[in-house]
T-cell receptor, first 111, second 115 residues
Framework: GEDVEQSLFLSVREGDSSVINCTYTDSSSTYLYWYKQEPGAGLQLLTYIFSNMDMKQDQRLTVLLNKKDKHLSLRIADTQTGDSAIYFCAERKSSASKIIFGSGTRLSIRP | ETGVTQTPRHLVMGMTNKKSLKCEQHLGHNAMYWYKQSAKKPLELMFVYNFKEQTENNSVPSRFSPECPNSSHLFLHLHTLQPEDSALYLC??????????????FGPGTRLTVL
């Protein structure tokens, strides 16, 4: 089946690292994505990882993929107030046009 | 600015009205999408167009009618909607609708309220 699950909320202190977790059910997924949605805006693609990779790093963002457990995480180093947003995990098969999104994790930053 | 624009940004309509949402992409993409984002629910894919042809309709009620006159423009025509259709409607585009080049770029959305 197709299902992507995330926790709804995460609160971190400014300057700390944020880790947003996601689990998915479709082991044939080829692409796994992280999108960010700020208030009043559409979704912005942050990063993606192919299913044949274990890790991808892009500046403050680190994506880890555990294919065995079907677990994806997004780590944001040195979290800033501008990182406050909803983060969506998503998956897609190579042959498909449909992206399956999770419900999103709302990240809030406390001083 | 993602290169995908949507108008209007906000829309309030009665159940007997007819209105249209517009999406335009300036990225040279060939695929365009409509999504519905309701509170506390995952994004729902509604329609997919690839090279102006509709390739997916995810069991969307007929009161939503998409139109794609060219690869840069996508419309969603609305008529006799229900209050439960109130949501954020997001448009997206990608270079292709499948394969390696399906990174989808989203517009800011139209916040629709049906009274």
């Amino acid at each position: 089946g197709e299902d992507v699950e995330q926790s709804l909320f995460l609160s971190v202190r400014e300057g700390d690292s944020s880790v947003i977790n996601c689990t998915y059910t479709d082991s044939s997924s080829t692409y796994l994505y992280w999108y960010k949605q700020e208030p009043g805006a559409g979704l912005q693609l942050l990063t993606y990882i192919f299913s044949n990779m274990d890790m991808k790093q892009d500046q403050r963002l680190t994506v880890l993929l555990n294919k065995k457990d079907k677990h994806l995480s997004l780590r944001i180093a040195d979290t800033q107030t501008g990182d406050s947003a909803i983060y969506f995990c998503a998956e897609r098969k190579s042959s498909a046009s449909k992206i399956i999104f999770g419900s999103g994790t709302r990240l809030s930053i406390r001083p | 600015e993602t290169g995908v624009t949507q108008t209007p940004r906000h829309l309030v309509m009665g159940m007997t009205n007819k209105k249209s949402l517009k999406c335009e992409q300036h990225l040279g993409h060939n695929a365009m999408y409509w999504y519905k984002q309701s509170a506390k629910k995952p994004l729902e894919l509604m329609f997919v167009y690839n090279f102006k042809e509709q390739t997916e309709n995810n069991s969307v009620p007929s009161r939503f009618s998409p139109e794609c006159p060219n690869s840069s423009h996508l419309f969603l025509h609305l008529h006799t909607l229900q209050p439960e259709d109130s949501a954020l409607y997001l448009c997206a585009s990608s270079q292709e609708s499948s394969g390696a080049y399906n990174e989808q770029f989203f517009g800011p959305g139209t916040r629709l309220t049906v009274l």
